[in-house]
């Protein structure tokens, strides 16, 4: 595990469907993010938190809804998703940049497939 | 806006070549440039990251470069091996309005053959 966990790893749902990405980290790092991972695209970011408070969103669709309830967790919540929604989901955690400026952690993914 | 790029999309090597993948990115205004790994259907594992002080950063059969001002860096891959094969992805670390922001380029998808 890299630090960095994400729950489901695989989750296929219908486009009336309503449900939850989970992503937890216990490196004390104080900024979360999502992004989206299509094929034959680059990583694209969706959200971003620091110290809990949303600081970016990426013209992101309200139908993927972000949670932060604390710096250690991170929600995605999904509800009337589209088939082009299908993709890998990566949660990843950061310090923010100080005197010091450090690298991303991510985890392994969630695997969306809308049907 | 920060763009990265990288050159080649893909590259099919035999087993124990020395390689070199190419990262290149617009704005020099970066906080540092990080490499991972991408294995298929999997999440991104960091390799090395490089400070925007810093020039090289090595671990194990990897270098890393930074040219921060020609906006340039270079990941060299020592006697390649077939568990390397992967997708190498480059990503900048900036400043983007209020948020530091990772931009990623889209990958190079190296095959090491046995």
């Known amino acids: 595990e890299t630090g960095v966990t994400q729950t489901p790893r695989h989750l296929v749902m219908g486009m009336t469907n309503k449900k939850s990405l989970k992503c937890e980290q216990h490196l004390g790092h104080n900024a979360m993010y999502w992004y989206k991972q299509s094929a034959k695209k680059p990583l694209e970011l969706m959200f971003v938190?620091?110290?809990?408070?949303?600081?970016e969103n990426n013209s992101v669709p309200s139908r993927f809804s972000p949670e932060c309830p604390n710096s250690s967790h991170l929600f995605l919540h999904l509800h009337t998703l589209q088939p082009e929604d299908s993709a890998l989901y990566l949660c990843?955690?950061?310090?923010?940049?100080?005197?010091?400026?450090?690298?991303?952690?991510f985890g392994s993914g969630t695997r969306l497939t809308v049907v | 806006k920060q763009e990265v790029t990288q050159i080649p999309a893909a590259l099919s090597v035999p087993e124990g070549e020395n390689l070199v993948l190419n990262c290149s990115f617009t704005?020099?205004?970066?906080?540092?440039l990080q490499w991972f790994r991408q294995d298929p259907g999997k999440g991104l594992t960091s390799l090395l990251l490089?400070?925007?002080?810093?020039r090289e950063q090595t671990s194990g059969r990897l270098n890393a470069s930074l040219d921060k001002s020609s906006g340039r860096s270079t990941l060299y891959i020592a006697a390649s091996q077939p568990g390397d094969s992967a997708t190498y992805l480059c990503a900048v670390r900036h400043y983007s309005g209020s948020a530091r922001q990772l931009t990623f380029g889209s990958g190079t998808q190296l095959t090491v053959l046995p």
């Open positions: 704005d020099s205004a970066i906080y540092n």
């Open positions: 938190y620091n110290f809990k408070e949303q600081t």
């Open positions: 490089i400070q925007s002080s810093q």
């Open positions: 990843a955690s950061s310090h923010l940049p100080g005197p010091e400026s450090y690298g991303y952690t």
